[in-house]
């Protein structure tokens, strides 16, 4: 743990879990409006689009409301890492 944070690992995994969860959807949207025959599938794509559009935008907003301060007495070596300058003034 001393060469990467636990920070940038979360991050890492945030952002790897957001654009794996985009590439899917993608495909999904663009398999049903490409290669389905009629106005079926397309209705279903667009459905499916403005659902996962709707979902990302409620957990951005719960995500806003969370207090992550509070997370400091749960973890309390969260923020230590040796990239830190903060650790070393004092």
Do not use: C
Request: charged fraction near 10%; hydrophobic fraction near 55%.
């Amino acid at each position: 743990m001393d060469l990467i944070s636990s920070r940038f690992i979360l991050i890492a995994i945030l952002f790897l879990t957001v654009f794996g969860y985009s590439i899917f959807n993608f495909m999904v949207v663009y398999h049903l409006t490409r290669f389905g025959i009629g106005v079926q599938p397309k209705r279903f794509a667009a459905i499916f689009f403005l659902g996962s559009i709707f979902l990302f935008l409620i957990s951005i907003t719960l995500l806003m409301k969370i207090n992550f301060s509070s997370l400091e007495n749960v973890f309390p070596n969260f923020q230590i890492s040796n990239f830190n300058i903060n650790n070393y003034i004092k």
